[in-house]
Protein backbone atom coordinates (compact mmCIF):
# COMPACT_ATOMS: atom_id res chain seq x y z
CA UNK A 1 0.00 0.00 0.00
CA UNK A 2 0.70 3.23 -0.71
CA UNK A 3 1.20 6.36 1.82
CA UNK A 4 2.57 9.62 2.03
CA UNK A 5 4.07 11.80 5.09
CA UNK A 6 3.85 15.44 4.99
CA UNK A 7 6.27 16.94 7.91
CA UNK A 8 5.05 20.02 9.06
CA UNK A 9 1.36 20.45 8.98
CA UNK A 10 2.05 24.72 9.01
CA UNK A 11 5.14 26.06 7.55
CA UNK A 12 6.20 29.85 8.01
CA UNK A 13 8.72 32.13 5.88
CA UNK A 14 9.43 35.41 5.15
CA UNK A 15 8.54 36.82 1.74
CA UNK A 16 11.21 36.27 -0.25
CA UNK A 17 13.06 33.53 1.51
CA UNK A 18 13.40 29.72 0.69
CA UNK A 19 10.14 27.49 0.74
CA UNK A 20 11.15 23.93 1.79
CA UNK A 21 8.63 21.55 2.32
CA UNK A 22 9.06 17.87 3.08
CA UNK A 23 7.01 14.86 1.35
CA UNK A 24 8.47 11.08 2.26
CA UNK A 25 6.29 7.96 0.57
CA UNK A 26 6.13 4.51 0.86
CA UNK A 27 5.16 2.86 -2.20
CA UNK A 28 5.33 -0.77 -3.43
CA UNK A 29 5.85 0.00 -6.90
CA UNK A 30 8.18 2.43 -8.56
CA UNK A 31 6.32 5.53 -7.68
CA UNK A 32 4.80 8.54 -9.84
CA UNK A 33 4.41 11.46 -7.53
CA UNK A 34 2.58 14.96 -7.13
CA UNK A 35 2.59 18.03 -5.67
CA UNK A 36 -0.65 19.96 -5.88
CA UNK A 37 -1.39 23.58 -4.56
CA UNK A 38 -5.43 24.03 -3.18
CA UNK A 39 -6.53 27.72 -2.53
CA UNK A 40 -9.45 28.10 0.10
CA UNK A 41 -12.60 26.67 -0.90
CA UNK A 42 -10.57 25.83 -4.71
CA UNK A 43 -10.01 22.47 -6.41
CA UNK A 44 -6.28 20.87 -6.55
CA UNK A 45 -3.58 22.67 -9.01
CA UNK A 46 -1.00 20.72 -10.19
CA UNK A 47 2.60 22.12 -9.44
CA UNK A 48 4.87 19.41 -10.53
CA UNK A 49 5.15 15.57 -11.31
CA UNK A 50 7.32 13.01 -11.15
CA UNK A 51 6.97 10.28 -13.86
CA UNK A 52 10.27 8.08 -13.21
CA UNK A 53 12.20 10.18 -15.84
CA UNK A 54 14.47 13.46 -14.28
CA UNK A 55 14.88 13.53 -10.51
CA UNK A 56 14.76 16.45 -10.39
CA UNK A 57 11.45 18.51 -11.41
CA UNK A 58 10.65 22.21 -12.48
CA UNK A 59 7.04 23.03 -11.81
CA UNK A 60 5.14 26.01 -12.09
CA UNK A 61 5.66 29.46 -10.52
CA UNK A 62 9.21 29.06 -9.77
CA UNK A 63 8.29 25.48 -7.68
CA UNK A 64 10.86 22.28 -8.03
CA UNK A 65 11.35 19.18 -6.47
CA UNK A 66 13.72 16.58 -6.13
CA UNK A 67 13.35 12.60 -6.52
CA UNK A 68 15.29 10.62 -4.38
CA UNK A 69 15.06 6.55 -3.75
CA UNK A 70 17.58 6.33 -1.27
CA UNK A 71 15.39 9.00 1.35
CA UNK A 72 12.03 7.92 -0.46
CA UNK A 73 11.67 12.01 -0.29
CA UNK A 74 10.20 14.13 -2.89
CA UNK A 75 10.71 17.30 -1.35
CA UNK A 76 9.14 20.45 -2.90
CA UNK A 77 11.29 23.93 -2.84
CA UNK A 78 11.13 27.37 -4.33
CA UNK A 79 14.00 29.72 -3.87
CA UNK A 80 11.79 32.95 -3.07
CA UNK A 81 8.65 32.84 -1.49
CA UNK A 82 6.06 34.89 -2.45
CA UNK A 83 2.91 36.44 -0.76
CA UNK A 84 0.98 34.55 -3.31
CA UNK A 85 2.44 31.43 -2.51
CA UNK A 86 0.40 30.94 0.65
CA UNK A 87 -1.86 28.04 0.43
CA UNK A 88 -2.38 24.37 1.17
CA UNK A 89 0.32 22.13 -0.47
CA UNK A 90 -0.20 18.43 -0.95
CA UNK A 91 2.17 15.73 -1.83
CA UNK A 92 0.49 12.78 -3.00
CA UNK A 93 1.65 9.28 -4.89
CA UNK A 94 0.00 7.07 -7.29
CA UNK A 95 -1.50 3.68 -6.04
CA UNK A 96 -0.96 1.86 -9.23
CA UNK A 97 2.31 3.07 -9.81
CA UNK A 98 1.08 4.49 -13.05
CA UNK A 99 -0.43 8.50 -14.09
CA UNK A 100 -4.01 7.56 -14.37
CA UNK A 101 -4.29 5.48 -11.11
CA UNK A 102 -6.44 6.93 -7.58
CA UNK A 103 -3.81 8.70 -5.78
CA UNK A 104 -2.61 8.70 -1.51
CA UNK A 105 -2.75 12.24 -0.59
CA UNK A 106 -0.65 13.68 2.33
CA UNK A 107 -2.02 15.67 5.23
CA UNK A 108 -1.68 19.01 3.71
CA UNK A 109 1.19 21.39 4.63
CA UNK A 110 -0.05 25.24 4.82
CA UNK A 111 2.11 27.25 3.94
CA UNK A 112 2.11 30.87 5.45
CA UNK A 113 4.25 34.08 4.15
CA UNK A 114 4.84 36.66 6.49
CA UNK A 115 5.62 39.90 4.61
CA UNK B 1 -3.90 20.87 -20.11
CA UNK B 2 -7.15 18.58 -20.00
CA UNK B 3 -10.33 20.84 -18.30
CA UNK B 4 -12.74 18.48 -15.91
CA UNK B 5 -15.46 20.63 -14.56
CA UNK B 6 -17.72 19.62 -11.59
CA UNK B 7 -21.25 21.11 -11.22
CA UNK B 8 -22.59 22.42 -8.81
CA UNK B 9 -19.55 24.09 -7.14
CA UNK B 10 -21.77 24.20 -3.98
CA UNK B 11 -25.21 22.98 -3.21
CA UNK B 12 -27.13 23.52 0.29
CA UNK B 13 -29.41 20.62 0.69
CA UNK B 14 -32.04 19.57 3.26
CA UNK B 15 -31.62 16.35 5.26
CA UNK B 16 -33.11 13.40 3.66
CA UNK B 17 -32.66 14.06 0.40
CA UNK B 18 -30.62 13.23 -2.60
CA UNK B 19 -27.90 15.15 -4.41
CA UNK B 20 -26.16 14.76 -7.35
CA UNK B 21 -22.59 15.39 -8.36
CA UNK B 22 -21.41 16.13 -12.04
CA UNK B 23 -18.15 15.89 -13.52
CA UNK B 24 -17.80 16.35 -17.14
CA UNK B 25 -14.05 16.27 -18.83
CA UNK B 26 -14.62 18.56 -21.08
CA UNK B 27 -11.71 17.79 -23.80
CA UNK B 28 -10.75 14.46 -23.63
CA UNK B 29 -12.01 11.22 -23.57
CA UNK B 30 -12.18 9.88 -19.43
CA UNK B 31 -11.82 6.28 -19.09
CA UNK B 32 -11.46 6.60 -15.29
CA UNK B 33 -12.85 9.28 -13.09
CA UNK B 34 -12.06 9.28 -9.20
CA UNK B 35 -14.42 10.74 -6.68
CA UNK B 36 -12.55 11.68 -3.51
CA UNK B 37 -13.73 13.78 -0.47
CA UNK B 38 -12.28 16.41 1.59
CA UNK B 39 -13.33 17.39 5.22
CA UNK B 40 -12.38 20.64 6.53
CA UNK B 41 -9.03 21.21 6.67
CA UNK B 42 -8.18 17.99 5.95
CA UNK B 43 -6.56 15.78 3.27
CA UNK B 44 -8.92 14.14 0.23
CA UNK B 45 -9.72 10.62 0.96
CA UNK B 46 -10.08 8.59 -2.23
CA UNK B 47 -13.85 7.24 -2.23
CA UNK B 48 -13.94 5.31 -5.49
CA UNK B 49 -12.82 4.86 -8.79
CA UNK B 50 -14.77 4.10 -12.07
CA UNK B 51 -14.22 2.85 -15.14
CA UNK B 52 -16.54 3.82 -17.94
CA UNK B 53 -19.40 1.57 -18.41
CA UNK B 54 -18.35 -0.02 -15.53
CA UNK B 55 -19.36 -0.84 -11.72
CA UNK B 56 -17.12 1.71 -9.22
CA UNK B 57 -14.82 0.15 -7.29
CA UNK B 58 -14.62 1.92 -3.72
CA UNK B 59 -12.57 2.04 -1.34
CA UNK B 60 -12.79 0.31 2.06
CA UNK B 61 -15.22 2.19 4.40
CA UNK B 62 -17.61 4.06 1.88
CA UNK B 63 -20.73 3.44 1.71
CA UNK B 64 -21.95 2.50 -1.75
CA UNK B 65 -25.11 2.84 -1.33
CA UNK B 66 -24.67 6.24 0.18
CA UNK B 67 -22.61 7.44 -2.35
CA UNK B 68 -23.50 6.40 -5.85
CA UNK B 69 -21.60 6.48 -8.57
CA UNK B 70 -22.61 6.47 -12.28
CA UNK B 71 -19.74 7.20 -15.14
CA UNK B 72 -21.68 6.44 -18.34
CA UNK B 73 -20.30 7.86 -20.77
CA UNK B 74 -16.68 8.56 -21.67
CA UNK B 75 -16.94 12.22 -20.74
CA UNK B 76 -19.32 12.12 -17.60
CA UNK B 77 -19.36 10.48 -14.11
CA UNK B 78 -21.96 11.71 -11.70
CA UNK B 79 -21.55 10.95 -7.65
CA UNK B 80 -25.00 11.25 -5.97
CA UNK B 81 -25.25 11.36 -2.16
CA UNK B 82 -28.69 9.77 -0.96
CA UNK B 83 -30.37 10.21 1.79
CA UNK B 84 -27.90 13.27 3.11
CA UNK B 85 -27.10 14.09 6.51
CA UNK B 86 -25.28 16.51 8.01
CA UNK B 87 -22.31 14.44 8.29
CA UNK B 88 -22.22 14.19 4.15
CA UNK B 89 -21.14 17.69 4.50
CA UNK B 90 -17.89 17.89 2.90
CA UNK B 91 -16.23 19.03 -0.24
CA UNK B 92 -16.18 16.64 -2.88
CA UNK B 93 -13.43 16.56 -5.66
CA UNK B 94 -14.08 14.23 -9.06
CA UNK B 95 -10.64 13.66 -11.49
CA UNK B 96 -10.29 12.23 -14.77
CA UNK B 97 -7.74 10.10 -16.69
CA UNK B 98 -7.35 8.70 -20.04
CA UNK B 99 -5.21 5.43 -20.52
CA UNK B 100 -1.80 6.26 -20.73
CA UNK B 101 -2.39 9.58 -19.09
CA UNK B 102 0.48 10.67 -16.59
CA UNK B 103 -1.68 12.53 -14.52
CA UNK B 104 -5.26 12.48 -13.70
CA UNK B 105 -7.41 16.11 -14.22
CA UNK B 106 -9.30 17.18 -11.26
CA UNK B 107 -12.10 19.26 -10.97
CA UNK B 108 -13.00 23.16 -9.24
CA UNK B 109 -14.32 20.71 -6.70
CA UNK B 110 -18.45 20.49 -5.39
CA UNK B 111 -18.92 22.17 -1.77
CA UNK B 112 -21.86 20.41 -0.31
CA UNK B 113 -23.53 21.56 2.85
CA UNK B 114 -26.83 19.79 4.29
CA UNK B 115 -28.82 21.22 6.76
Redesign the interface.
Known sequence: AQSVTQLGSHVSVSEGALVLLRCNYSSSVPP?L?W?VQYP??????LL?Y?SAATLVKGINGFEAEFKKSETSFHLTKPSAHMSDAAEY?CAVS?GG???????????THLIIQP | ?AVVS?HPSWVICKSGTSVKIECRSLDFQA??M?WYRQFPK?????MA?SNEGSKATYEQGVEKDKFLINHASLTLSTLTVTSAHPEDSS?Y?C?A????????F????T?LTVV
Do not use: P, V
Open positions: YFYNQGLQLKTFDGGADGLTFGKG | GQTTFQSLMLTFISAHTGNTEAFGQGR
